[in-house]
């Protein structure tokens, strides 16, 4: 059996190599992943420029593959380049922060690299560590992090895709780790409203003319049995199925066009 491995954190992040030690013992692990830092990227793919593929020596011995594109861009290059077939996994992380919401669940790159292989019928799996410093969120190399409770939650959830594969109905799995966890329990979610209310901070140039970054402040009001409310406040390990069909209600729109 074969798993993919990639994330949007870079090729050098500690948390990718978290991810490939936690599963090597269930099967061969290939990791082809962004070069450098791309959280927030969403789902983007490269079309007007080329991407590159470089070899890379992991800090522990072995060979992965970097790529100078996005997410979406590195698991494209690993399914139709390095892979020689189709793997058995796909895992995208562990992600330095949590990803939580419908808001920005379309916004991680995180997310993105893992829905671009669900696409492709192989099961997935997304997932995330919850920091307590947002200033090591979009470190573009290795973080002062422990992952041994997500190397430990990873490689039990991974047992079970690799024999049973995924639901019919359930494209991935969105995965985040509690910094501080309760219990080694799996608790079934739903996704909550949002992670952030954004936060805009305009400011002036030397030429005085204005620019402006985007910041957000901590979203705290999903409830119990959300995402955001059983990792925040329960400080369990979360898991919610995801599905790539977007398709709302036909019958309803029909009714409200009255056609």
């Known amino acids: 059996m074969k798993a993919l491995i990639s994330n949007d954190d870079g090729i050098m992040a500690s948390g990718i190599l978290a991810a490939k030690n936690a599963v ?25 420029e080329p991407v590159r593929v470089n070899k890379r020596i992991l800090k522990d011995g072995s060979v992965g593959y970097s790529v100078d594109g996005t997410p979406t861009d590195a698991v494209t290059i690993g399914l139709f380049e390095i892979l020689d077939e189709k793997p058995d996994l796909m895992i995208s992380g562990i992600n330095t922060g949590y990803n939580l919401g419908q808001a920005e669940i379309t916004t991680s790159g995180t997310v993105g690299a893992a829905l671009e292989a669900a696409s492709f019928k192989i099961p997935t799996i997304a ?28 490689n039990k959830l991974a047992k079970v895709v690799l024999k049973k594969g995924l639901p019919e109905d359930i494209d991935l799995l969105n995965v985040n780790i509690p910094a501080n966890p309760i219990n080694e329990e799996f608790e079934i979610v739903k996704l909550g409203k949002r992670m952030f209310t954004p936060v805009i ?10 620019y402006y970054w985007i910041d957000g402040e901590t979203y705290d009001e999903d409830k119990k049995g959300s995402d955001g409310y059983e990792l925040k406040k329960a400080h369990k390990t979360t898991i919610t199925p995801l599905k790539i069909d977007l398709t709302g209600d036909l019958k309803l729109l029909k009714d409200y066009l009255e056609i």
């Not at 090597?24 to 007007?48: F, K, N, R, W």
């Not at 901070?201 to 204005?210: A, C, I």
């Open 127 to 154: 997932i995330s560590l919850e920091v307590t410093r947002d200033d090591i969120k979009f470190e573009n190399g290795e973080v002062g992090v422990d992952f041994d409770f997500a190397k430990k939650m990873l």
């Open 201 to 210: 901070d305009k400011r002036q140039d030397p030429r005085g003319k204005s």
């Open 24 to 48: 090597e013992d269930l099967c061969d692990t290939i990791v082809v992943a962004p070069e450098v830092q791309q959280s927030g990227i969403g789902h983007a793919l490269t079309l007007y």
